[in-house]
């Protein structure tokens, strides 16, 4: 039994994570039953993570039941959907193309476009889609439309060259689904690994990759794990610095050039802002 204890055990993936879906009981949700949904949905998620790790099949089964009671994933996609729709203002990749637009109006007289992975892609028409500078490959471990591929970042074949890498990359409120602490830091590892290289300069084609995240605002300004400075500290290590930031009221969005190789650094589980109010939002990242 000991030994068996003091087995090392491996990152879950977050596709092994995700529980059985059901279809969504509501066509519609109003903003305050899309938010309660959202919310809702991670917090058995979270639940439903730490019932793995102990192993307790009671405990998962019970939780898969609430789930399912809440909609289940296609749910929380619906709600997703929703709170990104055009009618309410939120599609992120707005911004993205937004921040992009002076890389993009420098391929206006040629016939080169940015290669953009989509993690938890929702809709094939968001703003980054429908912009012809930009070719996006989207996926999603739930797929709910043609265009978008069925398939979990965290098994997605590694690159073999530069062809299989991609100038941008989007985390749009993909970082926060995943339960764990340790698998959103590794994540963020292999998405180094997904983008191209940093440009030699004098290179005809002077793209610095980038890396889109979006996070609910909580996950930075309240929890007891993560602060502003610790991610950048975390993002830093991976050889990214920060170019753009954005907040609302609910969210943060960053933009992240990669400028520079990995450098392993070591990331614990931490108390760097205490307070009983705060939550438990945190990155580890391992060497």
Request: aromatic share 6%; hydrophobic share 35%.
């Amino acid at each position: 039994m000991a030994s068996r204890r003091s087995r090392t055990k491996k990152t879950p993936l977050l596709s092994h994570t995700r529980p059985p879906t059901v279809r969504a009981k509501h066509a519609t949700l109003s903003s305050k039953a899309t938010r309660n949904l959202i919310r809702s949905h991670h917090r058995l998620l979270k639940n439903r993570a730490q019932a793995l790790k102990a192993n307790d099949n009671l405990l998962i089964e019970r939780i898969d039941a609430q789930i399912r009671e809440n909609g289940g994933l296609e749910g929380y996609q619906l709600a997703s959907r929703l709170g990104q729709s055009l009618e309410r203002g939120g599609d992120s990749s707005k911004v993205l193309v937004d921040w992009l637009s002076p890389q993009l109006s420098r391929l206006q007289d040629t016939k080169s476009k940015l290669r953009v992975l989509e993690v938890g892609a929702l809709s094939t028409q968001n703003a980054c889609s429908m912009n012809h500078f930009l070719d996006v490959t989207r996926i999603d471990l739930n797929s709910q439309e043609p265009g978008i591929l069925r398939q979990d970042f965290m098994e997605m074949s590694l690159p073999r060259d530069a062809s299989d890498q991609f100038h941008i990359i989007s985390l749009s409120l993909v970082l926060n689904y995943v339960p764990d602490a340790i698998g959103r830091g590794e994540m963020l590892k292999r998405c180094v690994t997904f983008l191209k290289k940093p440009p030699l300069s004098g290179s005809s084609f002077h793209i610095t990759p980038r890396l889109f995240l979006v996070l609910p605002v909580a996950c930075v300004k309240n929890s007891r794990y993560l602060t502003e400075c610790r991610l950048r500290d975390i993002m830093s290590s991976m050889g990214f610095v920060l170019e753009k930031s954005k907040e609302t009221s609910k969210l943060i969005f960053q933009l992240w050039e990669h400028r520079h190789d990995l450098q392993p650094a070591l990331f614990k589980k931490e108390v760097l802002r205490p307070g009983k109010m705060k939550n438990n939002f945190a990155i580890v990242v391992k060497r």
